[in-house]
């Protein structure tokens, strides 16, 4: 089912070839391994654009509102509501394309996390306390603009701010955890599958570290989709080994691939951006303060300096 899978079952329904593969380096044949390479890219490349173009969802939604967008573009009525969409377009692309570049790379990508979102979720917070509400904007040159009026901004409309960004980074940090998946997933259907989990077994690793990897192995062959669920929900650095053993025990794409997008865009980053609300709000810092001045006043003084400053810098940007 979606939920529970057999990988036993599963692996016996794969061919297992009884040949040894030719080691390959980068440093000892550097033509033939980025000739195979790009040969493997543009293949999967043409895979993946002939699939999309004939999906359903391709063909029976995204093709016609692009007609109607382009269509529409020279009705002067509707050039409002496009500029509306492009806009949208372009936040959720942007958040979504950052997200990406976070979980892509088996470790290696960027920590846009760290660089944009969480920035991101503490600006907003921070505008919205400064202001007094959510009724706020930021200038071309980034400054911020308060406007009139406005109830003072609460918890949930602080992180309904700032949700849909969230949304869509955690949605492509999902996305960037599928070619670690499908790469092994691959190995093991051509019957390459031997050495795949080595790593495992690594001397380098301690024997709590080895536990621990074993432990998660075990979870994913006997809880499937709830384990990788609970593996996505919380900031795991050894996720792409939890991707390559889903793809080894040939778990099914949608299961995986489902569990992560739950545990990435719907409940790790919003926990995450919960907890940053909380940390970075004004009341929370001042009780923070307050605490730090009965131990070193002249501490207090100093950090409370530094929150006006910045406080005074953002207002004035």
Known sequence: ??????????????????RRRQP?????????????????MLQW??????YAASHPLTVWALVPLFGLY??????????????????????????????????IGLGTGMHTGLLFLFPHIIGVSHSAQVCGSMNFTTGPDGELLCGEGGHPATFLQIFRGVFWACFFWGAGTAIGEIPPFLFTRAATLAGESEGQLEALDSSKDSSVV???????????????????????AWPNMAFDMCGMACGH???????????????KALIKVNVQAALIILVFHMDYLAAVLARIERLSPRLAAV???????????????
Request: aromatic share 18%; charged share 10%; with cysteine.
């Open 1 to 18: 089912s979606f939920f529970r899978y057999s990988p036993t079952s599963q692996m016996a329904q794969v061919p297992m070839v009884p």
């Open 24 to 40: 390959l380096r980068l440093y000892t044949a550097p033509l033939l391994t980025l000739r195979l390479f790009l040969s493997a």
């Open 45 to 50: 490349v043409q895979q993946g654009l002939g």
């Open 70 to 103: 382009v269509c529409g573009l020279p009705v002067a009525p509707l050039q409002p509501y496009w500029g509306w969409v492009e806009a949208r377009a372009h936040f959720a692309l942007w958040w979504f394309g950052l997200g990406v570049l976070s979980s």
């Open 210 to 232: 080895k536990s621990m990897k074993h432990w998660m192995v075990s979870c994913l062959q006997r809880y499937g989709f709830w384990a990788v669920l609970l593996f996505s």
């Open 249 to 263: 025990f040939l778990m099914p794409f949608w299961t995986f691939f489902g569990a992560t997008f739950l545990g």
């Open 303 to 317: 950090l409370q300096q530094v929150v006006e400053t910045q406080k005074e810098k953002l207002l004035a940007r």
